[in-house]
T-cell receptor
Protein backbone atom coordinates (compact mmCIF):
# COMPACT_ATOMS: atom_id res chain seq x y z
CA UNK A 1 0.00 0.00 0.00
CA UNK A 2 1.31 3.42 -0.95
CA UNK A 3 2.07 5.71 1.97
CA UNK A 4 -0.06 8.46 0.44
CA UNK A 5 -3.12 7.72 -1.69
CA UNK A 6 -4.97 10.10 -3.98
CA UNK A 7 -7.76 9.71 -6.50
CA UNK A 8 -6.07 10.86 -9.73
CA UNK A 9 -9.29 12.18 -11.29
CA UNK A 10 -9.45 14.18 -13.49
CA UNK A 11 -11.70 16.56 -11.59
CA UNK A 12 -13.47 18.66 -14.22
CA UNK A 13 -14.59 21.88 -12.57
CA UNK A 14 -16.62 24.72 -14.10
CA UNK A 15 -14.93 28.07 -13.79
CA UNK A 16 -16.08 29.78 -10.61
CA UNK A 17 -17.11 26.57 -8.89
CA UNK A 18 -15.67 24.96 -5.78
CA UNK A 19 -13.73 21.71 -5.87
CA UNK A 20 -12.46 19.63 -2.98
CA UNK A 21 -10.45 16.45 -2.77
CA UNK A 22 -8.82 14.33 -0.11
CA UNK A 23 -5.76 12.25 0.28
CA UNK A 24 -5.19 9.50 2.83
CA UNK A 25 -1.92 8.54 4.47
CA UNK A 26 -1.04 5.19 5.97
CA UNK A 27 1.79 6.05 8.37
CA UNK A 28 0.36 7.43 11.59
CA UNK A 29 3.87 8.69 12.44
CA UNK A 30 3.64 11.25 9.64
CA UNK A 31 4.48 14.60 11.15
CA UNK A 32 3.87 17.24 8.52
CA UNK A 33 1.77 17.54 5.43
CA UNK A 34 1.82 19.69 2.33
CA UNK A 35 0.07 20.30 -0.94
CA UNK A 36 2.31 20.78 -3.96
CA UNK A 37 1.12 21.98 -7.35
CA UNK A 38 2.53 20.61 -10.60
CA UNK A 39 1.75 22.12 -13.97
CA UNK A 40 1.98 19.96 -17.08
CA UNK A 41 5.60 19.04 -17.87
CA UNK A 42 6.89 21.28 -15.07
CA UNK A 43 8.44 20.70 -11.68
CA UNK A 44 6.32 20.46 -8.50
CA UNK A 45 6.13 23.59 -6.36
CA UNK A 46 4.91 24.03 -2.81
CA UNK A 47 1.33 25.32 -2.70
CA UNK A 48 0.76 25.31 1.04
CA UNK A 49 1.55 23.54 4.26
CA UNK A 50 -1.26 21.82 6.15
CA UNK A 51 -1.57 22.62 9.83
CA UNK A 52 -3.51 20.67 12.45
CA UNK A 53 -5.89 23.58 12.94
CA UNK A 54 -6.45 23.94 9.21
CA UNK A 55 -5.27 26.86 7.18
CA UNK A 56 -6.38 29.12 4.42
CA UNK A 57 -4.48 30.94 1.70
CA UNK A 58 -6.75 33.05 -0.44
CA UNK A 59 -9.08 30.72 -2.31
CA UNK A 60 -7.33 27.61 -1.01
CA UNK A 61 -8.17 25.86 2.26
CA UNK A 62 -6.30 22.85 3.64
CA UNK A 63 -7.49 20.61 6.44
CA UNK A 64 -5.90 17.77 8.40
CA UNK A 65 -7.80 14.97 10.10
CA UNK A 66 -5.34 12.91 12.12
CA UNK A 67 -8.00 10.56 13.54
CA UNK A 68 -9.02 9.43 10.06
CA UNK A 69 -5.57 10.01 8.56
CA UNK A 70 -6.50 12.23 5.67
CA UNK A 71 -5.85 15.74 4.46
CA UNK A 72 -8.00 17.78 2.15
CA UNK A 73 -7.70 20.70 -0.23
CA UNK A 74 -10.58 22.95 -1.22
CA UNK A 75 -10.39 25.48 -4.03
CA UNK A 76 -13.09 28.16 -4.13
CA UNK A 77 -14.03 30.30 -7.14
CA UNK A 78 -11.92 28.16 -9.47
CA UNK A 79 -9.88 29.96 -12.11
CA UNK A 80 -8.66 28.57 -15.41
CA UNK A 81 -5.13 29.01 -14.04
CA UNK A 82 -5.92 26.53 -11.26
CA UNK A 83 -5.77 23.70 -13.79
CA UNK A 84 -2.90 21.54 -12.60
CA UNK A 85 -2.11 18.39 -10.68
CA UNK A 86 -2.16 18.75 -6.90
CA UNK A 87 0.20 16.45 -5.04
CA UNK A 88 -0.42 15.45 -1.45
CA UNK A 89 2.80 15.05 0.55
CA UNK A 90 3.65 13.65 3.97
CA UNK A 91 6.98 13.91 5.74
CA UNK A 92 8.52 11.82 8.49
CA UNK A 93 10.89 13.78 10.68
CA UNK A 94 12.98 10.68 11.24
CA UNK A 95 14.41 10.79 7.73
CA UNK A 96 13.28 14.16 6.34
CA UNK A 97 12.00 12.42 3.26
CA UNK A 98 8.77 13.33 1.54
CA UNK A 99 6.18 10.73 0.54
CA UNK A 100 4.23 11.92 -2.50
CA UNK A 101 0.79 10.90 -3.63
CA UNK A 102 0.18 10.40 -7.34
CA UNK A 103 -1.75 13.64 -7.54
CA UNK A 104 -5.27 14.92 -8.16
CA UNK A 105 -5.60 16.33 -11.68
CA UNK A 106 -7.86 19.39 -11.80
CA UNK A 107 -9.18 20.76 -15.08
CA UNK A 108 -11.08 24.04 -14.83
CA UNK A 109 -13.49 24.42 -17.72
CA UNK A 110 -14.60 27.82 -19.07
CA UNK B 1 19.98 33.38 -8.67
CA UNK B 2 19.50 30.23 -10.75
CA UNK B 3 18.20 28.09 -7.87
CA UNK B 4 18.48 24.54 -9.15
CA UNK B 5 19.72 23.68 -12.62
CA UNK B 6 19.57 20.31 -14.29
CA UNK B 7 21.30 19.14 -17.44
CA UNK B 8 20.54 17.98 -19.99
CA UNK B 9 16.93 19.10 -20.45
CA UNK B 10 16.23 15.95 -22.41
CA UNK B 11 18.16 13.02 -23.79
CA UNK B 12 17.65 9.94 -25.92
CA UNK B 13 20.00 7.18 -24.87
CA UNK B 14 20.72 3.76 -26.32
CA UNK B 15 20.21 0.85 -23.95
CA UNK B 16 23.46 -0.28 -22.38
CA UNK B 17 25.05 3.15 -22.52
CA UNK B 18 25.98 5.10 -19.43
CA UNK B 19 24.90 8.61 -18.62
CA UNK B 20 25.22 11.17 -15.87
CA UNK B 21 22.41 13.59 -15.10
CA UNK B 22 23.72 16.77 -13.57
CA UNK B 23 22.16 18.81 -10.79
CA UNK B 24 23.58 22.00 -9.34
CA UNK B 25 22.13 24.32 -6.71
CA UNK B 26 23.12 27.76 -5.52
CA UNK B 27 20.77 27.82 -2.53
CA UNK B 28 23.27 26.32 -0.07
CA UNK B 29 20.78 23.70 1.05
CA UNK B 30 22.27 20.73 2.84
CA UNK B 31 19.90 18.08 1.54
CA UNK B 32 19.53 17.02 -2.08
CA UNK B 33 17.33 14.41 -3.69
CA UNK B 34 16.77 12.60 -6.98
CA UNK B 35 13.26 11.54 -7.98
CA UNK B 36 11.82 9.89 -11.03
CA UNK B 37 8.27 10.56 -12.14
CA UNK B 38 6.34 8.09 -14.24
CA UNK B 39 2.75 8.22 -15.41
CA UNK B 40 0.51 6.42 -12.95
CA UNK B 41 3.29 5.98 -10.39
CA UNK B 42 3.94 9.51 -9.20
CA UNK B 43 7.22 10.75 -7.79
CA UNK B 44 9.57 8.11 -6.41
CA UNK B 45 12.79 8.80 -4.53
CA UNK B 46 15.91 7.27 -6.08
CA UNK B 47 18.74 8.51 -3.86
CA UNK B 48 19.23 11.31 -1.41
CA UNK B 49 22.02 13.13 0.40
CA UNK B 50 21.47 14.82 3.74
CA UNK B 51 24.78 16.67 3.54
CA UNK B 52 27.96 16.79 1.47
CA UNK B 53 29.90 13.54 1.72
CA UNK B 54 26.89 11.36 2.55
CA UNK B 55 24.32 9.58 0.39
CA UNK B 56 21.46 7.18 0.97
CA UNK B 57 19.13 4.92 -0.99
CA UNK B 58 15.56 5.84 -1.62
CA UNK B 59 12.62 3.80 -2.82
CA UNK B 60 13.99 2.80 -6.27
CA UNK B 61 17.82 2.94 -6.17
CA UNK B 62 18.67 -0.06 -8.38
CA UNK B 63 20.54 0.86 -11.55
CA UNK B 64 21.49 4.31 -10.27
CA UNK B 65 24.39 5.75 -8.31
CA UNK B 66 25.07 9.18 -6.86
CA UNK B 67 27.90 11.13 -5.29
CA UNK B 68 28.01 14.30 -3.21
CA UNK B 69 31.51 15.72 -3.28
CA UNK B 70 30.35 19.22 -2.33
CA UNK B 71 27.23 21.11 -1.26
CA UNK B 72 26.25 22.34 -4.71
CA UNK B 73 26.43 19.28 -6.98
CA UNK B 74 24.57 15.99 -6.88
CA UNK B 75 25.03 13.99 -10.10
CA UNK B 76 22.99 10.88 -10.86
CA UNK B 77 24.65 8.16 -12.93
CA UNK B 78 23.07 5.36 -14.91
CA UNK B 79 25.86 2.84 -15.44
CA UNK B 80 24.07 0.76 -18.09
CA UNK B 81 20.73 2.22 -19.09
CA UNK B 82 17.66 0.04 -19.65
CA UNK B 83 14.33 1.01 -21.27
CA UNK B 84 12.55 0.90 -17.88
CA UNK B 85 14.65 3.90 -16.86
CA UNK B 86 12.78 6.04 -19.37
CA UNK B 87 11.30 8.72 -17.16
CA UNK B 88 11.37 12.34 -16.08
CA UNK B 89 14.06 12.90 -13.46
CA UNK B 90 13.78 15.71 -10.92
CA UNK B 91 16.51 16.90 -8.62
CA UNK B 92 15.40 18.66 -5.43
CA UNK B 93 16.94 20.41 -2.45
CA UNK B 94 15.68 21.08 1.01
CA UNK B 95 15.70 19.78 4.54
CA UNK B 96 15.79 21.35 7.98
CA UNK B 97 16.25 25.07 7.90
CA UNK B 98 14.38 25.61 4.67
CA UNK B 99 11.09 26.24 6.40
CA UNK B 100 8.61 23.46 7.08
CA UNK B 101 10.88 21.05 5.26
CA UNK B 102 9.86 22.43 1.88
CA UNK B 103 11.67 20.91 -1.07
CA UNK B 104 12.61 22.89 -4.15
CA UNK B 105 12.69 21.12 -7.48
CA UNK B 106 14.77 21.62 -10.57
CA UNK B 107 13.13 21.78 -14.01
CA UNK B 108 13.69 18.09 -14.72
CA UNK B 109 15.46 15.94 -17.29
CA UNK B 110 13.40 13.89 -19.74
CA UNK B 111 15.26 10.67 -20.50
CA UNK B 112 14.27 8.14 -23.13
CA UNK B 113 16.16 4.85 -23.23
CA UNK B 114 15.74 2.91 -26.46
Amino acid sequence: RKEVEQDPGPFNVPEGATVAFNCTYSNSASQSFFWYRQDCRKEPKLLMSVYSSGNEDGRFTAQLNRASQYISLLIRDSKLSDSATYLCVAIYYGNNRLAFGKGNQVVVIP
Amino acid sequence: TAGITQAPTSQILAAGRSMTLRCTQDMRHNAMYWYRQDLGLGLRLIHYSNTAGTTGKGEVPDGYSVSRANTDDFPLTLASAVPSQTSVYFCATGGPGTGDHEQFFGPGTRLTVL
